[in-house]
């Protein structure tokens, strides 16, 4: 059974870069052919994808959020980071890792963190 877990600030300031990190256990990052991928849920508002990287180490980005975002892997770690730059308030929101099939359905969930982004 594979176990995803976010860690990172809970809290950053406007500006700032947002570091979080998807640790995964009970398998490899770089096997199958699995997305690992960020979601997040801001307050009131519904899940919103923000990116995912490929098992082969290529990533790809929500457009409106792509100049912001970066998701790299670390293999030794087995982890996968989100890094957004320049947040705002309006990037506040539980942040998700979780892994996609290639049939598009999610099938394992970290149990989320929270992050605020205040001054």
């Known amino acids: 059974q594979v176990l995803l877990k976010e860690s990172g600030p809970g809290l950053v300031k406007p500006s700032q870069t947002l570091s979080l990190a998807c640790t995964v256990s009970g398998g490899s990052i770089l096997g199958d052919e699995h997305r690992w991928s960020w979601i997040r849920q801001p307050p009131g508002k519904g899940f919103e994808w923000i990116g995912y990287m490929t098992n082969s180490g290529n990533a790809y980005y929500r457009p409106v959020l792509e100049s912001r975002t970066s998701i790299s892997r670390d293999t030794s770690k087995n982890q996968v980071t989100l890094q957004l730059t320049s947040v705002t308030p309006e990037d506040t929101a539980v942040y998700y890792c979780?892994?996609?099939?290639?049939?598009?359905?999610?099938?394992?969930w970290g149990p989320g963190t929270q992050v605020t982004v205040s001054s």
């Open positions: 979780a892994r996609r099939l290639r049939s598009g359905t999610y099938d394992s």
